[in-house]
C-alpha cells in the first residue's frame, strides 16, 4: 500500500504561482507512475499531467501545457508540480494518483490506471 500525501494548495491572484508536492511512502518509487487530476465543481475530473517510469514519459494536458511542469524528486520519493500564470479557471481541487503495478508509461485519460490516491488539496485562483 502505498501512501499519498499532496501539499501546497493556496488562494493566488491570476498569474501567480503554486509548487504542488505529493509525497508518496513505500517502495519502489523509482517504478512509480505518477499524475496530477483535478476536480472543479460542476465539472468532471480532469488529468493534469502524469510523469511514467520511462525516460521521457511526461504528458500534459491542453489546457495547462506551458505553464505546467512535472518532475519527480528521487532522493525525497517526492513528484512537483510547478503551477505558473494561474488563471481562474486552474481552480479545483488537485490530486495526486499513483501507479505502482510497475507498468510502463502513464496516462493523463483512465482514473482507473491509479491505485493510490491522496486526499487532495485545494486551489484558488482569484482576484
Known amino acids: 500500500q502505498v501512501q499519498v500525501v499532496e501539499s501546497g494548495g493556496g488562494l493566488v491572484q491570476p498569474g501567480a504561482s503554486l509548487r504542488l508536492s505529493c509525497a508518496a511512502s513505500g517502495a519502489g518509487f523509482d517504478y512509480f507512475n505518477i499524475a496530477w487530476f483535478r476536480h472543479a465543481p460542476g465539472k468532471e475530473r480532469e488529468g493534469v499531467s502524469c510523469?511514467?517510469?520511462?525516460?521521457?514519459?511526461?504528458y500534459y494536458s491542453n489546457s495547462v501545457k506551458g505553464r505546467f511542469t512535472i518532475s519527480k524528486d528521487y532522493a525525497r520519493n517526492t513528484v512537483y508540480l510547478q503551477m505558473n500564470s494561474l488563471k481562474p479557471e486552474d481552480t479545483a481541487v488537485y490530486y495526486c494518483?499513483?501507479?505502482?503495478?510497475?507498468?510502463?508509461?502513464?496516462?493523463?485519460?483512465?482514473?482507473?490506471?491509479?491505485?493510490?490516491w491522496g486526499q487532495g488539496t485545494q486551489v484558488t485562483v482569484s482576484s
Open positions: 510523469i511514467g517510469s520511462s525516460p521521457g514519459s511526461i
Open positions: 494518483a499513483i501507479d505502482s503495478s510497475g507498468a510502463r508509461g502513464c496516462t493523463i485519460y483512465r482514473t482507473s490506471f491509479y491505485d493510490n
